[in-house]
């Protein structure tokens, strides 16, 4: 009897660690695992596949290359989690809420598809973009964000023709004139975040 034991405990711990060292596939937030290959889904990949196009084209210049890489700073890092509404006809619209860095960014993104949607008369698609930033210091949340909006036309390649973004600091708008973006950019004092206390805009002191 107690040989039989002790063989049934040594197959038992051999099973044991055997199933300690297999590589099991999972699912981790919105990674999709496959033949121990992962791939992170990013937001880039839901504003393209909502536009059924395969990139955002931002023109040329100035404004084109800061709302580029504002765009990056957010659309190529893997989500942590989504949530969110949409339509599928050839006119729609999505809202989506998102996370990325464990709660470190989050914010919306919005897009609508469809020229009697969008009515300015010289672009069918919009992507609308809110996200913000937080860092957690003693007694004390302090966020930051930046908002940005591009209008153009989505046939293959969502293809910006006007847009706008700002900071808690800089407010830019832009249009695109020959694939080069002509900026039109106001600075000033930080708003819409809490600084110091102060939350309201502060005019610049000029001595005269």
Do not use: W
Not at 80 to 107: E, S
Not at 126 to 141: A, D, L
């Amino acid at each position: 009897m107690r040989h039989q034991l002790l063989l049934l405990l040594s197959v038992g711990l051999v099973i044991f660690f055997a199933l300690m060292n297999v590589d099991a596939p999972s699912l981790t937030g919105a990674a999709v695992t496959e033949e121990r290959e992962s791939y992170a889904m990013v937001l880039h990949d839901i504003i393209t596949s909502f536009f059924e196009n395969t990139d955002i084209n931002f023109p040329d210049g100035e404004c084109g290359d800061i709302a580029q890489e504002l765009y990056g700073n957010i659309a190529y890092t893997p989500l942590d989690t989504t949530a969110g509404y949409a339509t599928t006809r050839d006119h729609r619209i999505a809202t989506l809420n998102f996370v990325t860095d464990r709660t470190a960014k989050y914010g919306t993104v919005d897009m609508a598809r469809g020229p009697e949607i969008i009515d300015d008369g010289i672009t069918d698609s919009f992507i609308s973009i809110n996200t913000e930033t937080i860092v957690r210091v003693p007694k004390e949340i302090r966020t930051t964000f930046f908002s940005m909006d591009l209008y153009g036309m989505a046939n293959g390649e969502f293809v910006v023709t006007h847009g706008s973004f700002s900071t808690p600091s800089v407010d830019c708008t832009f249009v695109t004139r020959n694939h080069l973006a002509v900026c039109d950019c106001v600075s000033h004092p930080i708003t819409g975040i809490r600084v110091a206390g102060i939350t309201a805009l502060r005019p610049i002191q000029q001595n005269i």
